[in-house]
């Protein structure tokens, strides 16, 4: 099995670069997705999320209220670091129980928003990092996800530098290129991931 770590900043096409890999034939673990699975209505995570954060965060439906509870978190590096020490020990034993259910023969892509942030590099046999200029980042927040600018600046500003992302991945994807030619090359990085997967560990 090959590990791979997936990172990119937030508005860089990460997703598009996931989505690409598991057509591909990867298998796809998402540290998001996984991370509003653990805090799901009626789950321990999403009680203890309460107990720190007050019943201000939950929507009338008793689920998570993200954006408000983003609101806190963001501005505040302590209240972040609470929320943190909840969620990831979560979603580090959820995404280990799925890594082990995948085929011996498997590359699996973890799909790790903050693993530059939170030292994760050496989990994995291989980083990619997907790149994309500041420029490009703030006009798809801005664009397609509908954030402020400064709303958009400032979940960039919490991020890892490009420069920090850039220095612990094994492969760069540069995203600021149409679909067909981002396609392309990870079809070329998907060729030598399953080469890498196939040739005995170093």
């Known amino acids: 099995m090959l590990k791979v770590g997936l990172t990119g900043g937030i508005g860089a096409g990460k997703s598009e670069v996931s989505r690409l890999l598991v057509e591909c034939g990867a298998v796809l673990i998402d540290a998001d997705r996984i991370a509003r699975e653990v805090v799901a209505p009626g789950t321990p995570g999403l009680a203890a999320v309460v107990e720190a954060f007050g019943e201000a965060v939950l929507s009338a439906d008793g689920s998570l209220d993200r954006p408000k509870l983003g609101s806190i ?70 664009r397609l996800r509908g954030m402020t600018e400064e709303d958009a600046r400032a979940r960039m500003a919490a991020q890892a530098t490009r420069e920090q992302r850039r220095e ?4 760069v994807i540069d995203n600021d290129v149409p679909l067909e030619e981002l396609r392309q090359r990870v079809k070329d990085v998907w060729a030598e991931l399953v080469r890498r997967s196939q040739s005995p560990q170093e």
């Open 73 to 142: 978190v963001f501005a505040d590096a302590a209240r972040l670091a609470t929320l943190n020490s909840i969620v990831h020990p979560l979603v580090g034993a959820r995404s280990r129980e799925l890594e082990e259910a995948a085929a011996e023969d498997a590359v699996v892509v973890h799909d790790v928003p903050l693993l530059t942030e939170n030292g994760l590099a050496p989990l994995y046999d291989v980083v990619i990092v997907v790149d994309a200029s500041p420029e490009t980042q703030l006009d798809r927040l801005v």
């Open 168 to 171: 612990i991945a094994d492969v």
